[in-house]
């Protein structure tokens, strides 16, 4: 059901885009005002977000690690899964965002026959969600070429990495191909696994769909049905200089592209996707392990009024003294 | 808000990187810029072995085809669409027409951050020099 609903959904984005490029003639609508709109909506999303975040406070000091936590001068600490430092707390991030440390701890657990509960170890989430996100990474740099004018040096030395093997002509890319891969094992680790597809929701379909599309869309104009790349260059470099045009004669197939973009840059800001700034932001990880040296203080203590034991026994002495209770301080002759 | 100056900083990066083609190209002013190609003078114009809408899209396909013909196969000759014989040749029939490589394939693939490897073995041709 949520499968079907995310299709249907990505079905409909497509022959919304079809039929008014194509019948309604809306071109600008769809290359110039909806891509602006998606934009500002996708920065001034993820900015508010994470201002919202930030007006937040972190009550307790609850970086979750595995490793050994610094103390005593001969116990060997583990700094990056464990840090006390800054500099480890940068370094473990850096594990985090560029390499999925956590995913990489990936357990599974199964009940096999006997009944025995197995635990074990599973890489292939880890080893997916990695080769999408860096490839995804890659393609949205070598799309600097469209929005760059003179190409930043950046890109041909991604292209000639990514089409090292010279395969046809246009140079055939891996990350092409992983990313479809990537994006194909993701979603039918949902669907095949059944405890996952029990939890697996519309919100977790649609983004697959979503950047699997753009990808395929991506790939038909790079392999297949060709676009005039020059008009599409001078329509992205009019977006972004602020003197938007819409160049005659872009096929179809590319505003389907740009709508797709901008359907996942609008969506961005409200969807699960936002854990690429909540990464940064996620106590567990960037706080430093430092809690036996430095004390944290919970932002939004307040005052508390305390009664003390001393102000307890100044209060109730004389009734302690008559029955017999011990006393830190004695009663004051008279 | 708690720990500002690193939201805000952060912020500043992200948006930043994700506003830097605006940057660029307001730096470097060639956001108008479009390539320019010149084409064959009159005298020498001849029917070319397509069509321009076709040879805009497919010309890499086409040379690919054409390379893997002459090199693998040993044909030489490539038949157009209007019935044409055409020798298969980067050099004597691309070149032979669009005979100054900065000012026609060059201006597209720069211009998109192509970096065909033609090159690598054919050698370029340039207007003036060219004797056939």
């Known amino acids: 059901m949520n499968i079907l609903f995310s299709l249907f959904a990505i079905v409909i984005i497509i022959v919304a885009v079809t039929l008014g490029v194509e019948t309604a003639k809306l071109d600008f609508l769809f290359g110039v005002i909806i891509p602006y709109a998606a934009i500002a909506t996708f920065i001034l999303g993820i900015v508010l977000r994470v201002i919202r975040w930030a007006r937040s406070p972190v009550p307790y000091h609850i970086p979750t690690v595995a490793g050994q936590q610094k103390s005593l001068k001969w116990i060997k600490s583990s700094k990056l899964e464990s840090p006390s430092s800054t500099l480890g707390v940068i370094g473990r991030m850096c594990l985090e965002i560029l390499l999925f440390r956590s995913l990489f701890r990936n357990t599974k657990t199964e009940l096999k026959n006997g009944p025995v509960l197995a635990y074990g170890s599973s890489k292939y989430l880890w080893l997916g969600a990695l080769a999408f996100h860096w490839t995804f990474f890659v393609i949205v740099l070598r799309h600097f070429r469209y929005f760059m004018e003179p190409v930043p040096a950046f890109v041909p030395f991604l292209q000639d990495l990514d089409g090292f093997f010279q395969v046809g002509l246009p140079i055939l890319y891996a990350s092409d191909v992983i990313i479809v891969a990537a994006l194909t094992f993701l979603f039918l680790r949902r669907v095949f696994d059944s405890k996952l597809r029990y939890i697996s929701l519309a919100s977790d379909y649609f983004p697959l769909f979503l950047i699997l599309s753009i990808a395929i869309t991506g790939i038909l104009m790079r392999y297949f049905t060709r676009v005039d790349i020059v008009n599409v260059k001078e329509l992205a470099l009019g977006l972004f200089s602020f003197h938007p045009v819409i160049p005659e004669g872009i096929g179809v197939i590319f505003y389907i592209h740009l709508f797709l973009v901008s359907t996942l840059l609008a969506y961005f800001p409200f969807s699960k996707l936002l854990h690429m700034p909540g990464i940064f932001l996620s106590p567990t990880r960037n706080l430093a392990n430092n809690s036996r040296t430095k004390r944290h203080v919970n932002p939004w203590e307040y005052p508390v009024r305390v009664h003390t034991y001393e102000e307890y026994e100044d209060e109730f002495r004389e009734k302690m003294k008559a029955t017999g209770l011990p006393l830190e301080k004695e009663l004051e002759e008279k | ?132």
């Not at chain 2, 321009?52 to 390379?67: G, Q, S």
């Not at chain 2, 980067?90 to 100054?100: D, E, I, W």
């Not at chain 2, 060059?106 to 065909?116: A, K, S």
């Not at chain 2, 054919?122 to 020099?129: F, G, K, L, N, Y």
């Open chain 2, 1 to 132: 808000m708690y720990d500002s100056g690193k939201i805000i900083l952060g912020l500043i990066i992200f948006v930043g990187l994700f506003t830097s083609p605006i940057w660029y190209d307001l730096a470097s002013g060639k956001a108008a810029d479009k390539p320019n190609l010149v084409f064959p003078t009159k005298e020498d114009q001849k029917e070319c072995v397509n069509t321009a809408e076709y040879m805009r899209e497919f010309h890499m396909d086409l040379l690919n085809v054409w390379r893997d013909e002459v090199v693998r196969k040993g044909v030489r000759t490539y038949t157009s669409n209007t019935g044409k014989h055409f020798e298969m040749s980067l050099t004597k029939t691309c070149t032979g027409c669009h005979s100054n490589k900065a000012e026609f394939c060059d201006q597209c693939h720069n211009y998109l951050g192509v970096t065909p490897y033609c090159w690598n073995c054919h050698v370029e041709p340039h207007s003036a020099e060219i004797k056939r």
